[in-house]
T-cell receptor, first 108, second 112 residues
């Protein structure tokens, strides 16, 4: 069945540093979505990528969809304490499948 | 403001009791979903409904039941058949599955 794998599971980052989280699917996707869940909160939709090789930016966040539409990445530059939380990717084929998430903590 | 309301926020129940979690949306979305989240894990789909009076089982439907009598409402019942019901339950909606989902604030269910 459709599976979406996300790595790393945990990311401990020094404030001001960059990091990247990766998402890989076993099958070609129609689109990929990214969500952020703050500690104690609920997932909030960030962005959706649809086209092969698509790159979108939201301030310090850069999202990329792979050429084969099987993988995606989220890169955060100059990490801030407000970036703390769990970032989920979710790939759509016949249904939307969520990865297990990357939980980000920030050292001030 | 449009959104999804889940209630209650916290729920405690004794083992063997059925419990119903409420989910109401005023976004006029056709599709609604129930997910379960366990610590350190992703979201697992329990049930979903793409239209009123119709719903489908997700990946972990055993021990759960739903109804969709109104477009705005998609309640989830956790039955005594669910072996490990303690979890964080999230309801979501979307106008169409090709768009991003809007999530409610969730219900934390603890069964003792």
């Amino acid at each position: 069945g459709q599976q979406v794998m996300q790595i790393p599971q945990y990311q401990h980052v020094q404030e001001g540093e960059d990091f990247t989280t990766y998402c890989n699917s076993s099958t070609t996707l129609s689109n990929i979505q990214w969500y952020k869940q703050r500690p104690g909160g609920h997932p909030v939709f960030l962005i959706q990528l649809v086209k092969s090789g698509e790159v979108k930016k939201q301030k310090r966040l850069t999202f990329q969809f792979g050429e084969a539409k099987k993988n995606s990445s989220l890169h955060i530059t100059a990490t801030q304490t407000t970036d703390v939380g769990t970032y989920f990717c979710a790939g759509l084929r016949n249904k939307l499948s969520f990865g297990a998430g990357t939980t980000v903590t920030v050292r001030a | 403001d449009g959104g999804i309301t889940q209630s209650p926020k916290y729920l405690f129940r004794k083992e063997g009791q059925n419990v119903t979690l409420s989910c109401e949306q005023n976004l006029n979305h056709d599709a609604m979903y129930w997910y379960r989240q366990d610590p350190g894990q992703g979201l697992r789909l329990i049930y979903y409904s793409q239209i009123v009076n119709d719903f489908q089982k997700g990946d972990i439907a055993e021990g759960y039941s739903v109804s969709r009598e109104k477009k705005e409402s998609f309640p989830l019942t956790v039955t005594s058949a669910q072996k490990n019901p303690t979890a964080f339950y999230l309801c979501a909606s979307t106008p169409d599955r090709i768009y991003g989902y809007t999530f409610g604030s969730g219900t934390r269910l603890t069964v003792v």
